[in-house]
C-alpha cells in the first residue's frame, strides 16, 4: 500500500539523523563529482581543439616551406630575393619548431585531461555507491 508520511514513521533520532546526513553527502558528493567531470570535458575539448589547430597550422607551414625551397632552387632569382626567400625559410623553420612544441603540450594537456576525466568518473561511480548505500541505511533505519 502506500506509505506514510516520513515525518509519521516512528524514528530512532540518532540513527534517523545519521542516515539523513549521510545521504546529504553523498547527494553533494554525487553533485560534485558530476561538475567536475563536466569541467574536465571541456578542458578536454578546448585541448582537442587545440591540437586540431596546431595541426592545421603544421600543415600549413609545410606547404610554406616547400614553396620557399622551390623557389631557392629556382636560378633565375636575384641576389635580393634569395636572401629573403632564405629569411623566411629560417623564419618558417622557427615557427614550425615552436609549433611542435606546442603540439607536444596539446597533446599533453589533453592525455591528462582524459586522465582526470577517468579518475572523476571513478569517483562519480563511488559517489553514487555512497548515496545508494546511505538511501539503504536510511530504509533500513525507518523500517
Known sequence: GARPP???LPQ?????????????????ATEQARAEAQQAGERAKIAAEELEQARA???????ALSQLQEQLRSPSQDA?????AQEELQQARNE?????EA???SEERLRSS?????QLRRAHEAALAARASAEEARAAAEA
Open 12 to 28: 530512532e533520532p540518532a540513527s534517523g539523523a545519521v542516515g539523513e546526513e549521510e545521504l546529504r553527502l553523498a547527494r553533494e
Open 96 to 100: 614550425g619548431l615552436a609549433l611542435k
Open 80 to 84: 635580393e630575393q634569395i636572401q629573403r
Open 57 to 63: 597550422e603544421g600543415a600549413g607551414l609545410k606547404e
Open 6 to 8: 516520513e515525518a509519521a
Open 114 to 118: 582524459g586522465e582526470e576525466l577517468e
Open 103 to 105: 603540439l607536444g603540450t
